[in-house]
């Protein structure tokens, strides 16, 4: 393996001054070593004799990856097995509450994320650092790779008016930073009195893609089957604010878009006209079988990215958008709220991190 996550020398760089305390761990289906055993085996194999397990933790779509949409909450429940609690931080609660924490002394987070400020699973470590530095619960960080680099950024950054569950630190749409470097950017500009430890790589070098490190993939979420997913994503998660299929309901989210009023070979013959960096667009139609366009045919495209080094997924989205808003007036339609708990600003906006960047931008 190119990469060594910390799971090969866990008792070695647990916090020493950690050791004997009562741990809450925030894992979900991504959560696993190399091996692909999962990270609740490890914790569960040092029970006892590194810490007591005593609460687990799930971002959105569930401790097991168990619900496909946005905006599908999960609850709580007991582990039958185990006899600890297991919270949900995507349901009533998205910041764990004081009682939650009341159980343990230390909380560790292990989340694969893949780049994007979108993607939710950071503002959940987000807002477990901002818990736990109010009851002054340290927090272990399991640093894993950013699947699409961790060099290259795109986008906007995010205007803090736009604050939201998919943003709320000013960062990048493509932040160019593991999860544990986000980590540390949150301590030093939001949390400076939270206890941070972050579990460091070995082998890792920034520029890796994915599939460089040795690592295996598994799907961090329901829609995020592979990293050529990843890849197109920062721009690509934008059509979610619109009523045109982001390929939800099909075998390639967000690699598929369109809708039943798109003219494929119109779409793909502007787009590929522009000649955009190290992207060819295929003409495409697709029948989701759930979701935006679920049993009806869409005209639109396949992204394929040809040179993913050049290749720049945000300004791409845009450009689609801003063709699909100019030539389907009477039926291109931005999503109305609510979207990821906000519900008085454009979805759009939100995920752009700007209340001037659609007007200037993509409507101009």
């Not at 063709?323 to 709220?337: E, G, I």
Request: aromatic letters at 12%; hydrophobic letters at 40%.
């Amino acid at each position: 393996m190119t990469v060594k996550l910390a799971h090969d020398r866990f008792s070695e760089v647990f916090p020493k001054a950690l050791r004997g305390k009562r741990l809450g761990a925030v894992l979900h289906p991504a959560s696993v070593d190399a091996s692909l055993h999962h990270t609740l085996e490890l914790l569960r194999e040092h029970d006892g004799s590194l810490f007591r397990l005593s609460a687990l933790f799930g971002p959105q779509h569930g401790i097991k990856g168990h619900t496909q949409d946005n905006m599908i909450e999960w609850e709580g429940y007991l582990d039958p097995e185990l006899k600890i609690p297991v919270y949900s931080l995507y349901g009533m609660h998205r910041e764990p509450s004081e009682e939650m924490l009341s159980h343990i002394d230390v909380l560790f987070v292990d989340l694969q994320d893949i780049g994007a400020r979108y993607y939710t699973f950071i503002w959940t470590l987000y807002l477990c650092m901002k818990a736990c530095e109010k009851l002054s619960i340290p927090v272990v960080v399991l640093d894993r790779p950013n699947p699409i680099n961790a060099i290259k950024t795109e986008g906007p950054i995010l205007d803090l008016e736009c604050a939201s569950f998919v943003g709320l630190h000013s960062i990048p749409v493509r932040h160019g930073k593991t999860i544990g470097e986000l980590a540390y950017q949150f301590q030093r500009e939001c949390f400076p009195k939270t206890e941070l430890h972050v579990l460091e790589m070995e082998g890792y070098k920034k520029e890796f893609w994915f599939d460089q490190t040795g690592l295996p993939w598994l799907l961090p979420s329901p829609n995020m089957p592979t990293l050529d997913t990843a890849i197109v994503y920062p721009g690509m998660c934008l059509f979610e604010a619109t009523n045109v299929s982001e390929g939800r309901g099909t075998t390639k989210p967000f690699e598929f878009f369109g809708a039943p009023f798109i003219d494929a070979v119109e779409l793909c013959r502007y787009l590929n006209g522009l000649h955009l960096p190290g992207v060819y667009f295929r003409e495409n139609y697709f029948q989701p079988t759930f979701h935006k366009g679920a049993g009806q045919i869409c005209g639109g495209a396949q992204i394929h990215v040809l040179d993913r080094d050049v290749f720049e997924s945000f300004n791409m989205a845009v450009e689609i958008l801003k063709f699909l808003h100019q030539r389907y007036p009477n039926d291109f339609a931005w999503k109305q709220p609510p979207y990821e708990y906000e519900y008085k600003k454009l979805p759009i906006d939100i995920l752009l991190g700007s209340q001037t960047f659609r007007t200037d931008f993509i409507e101009k």
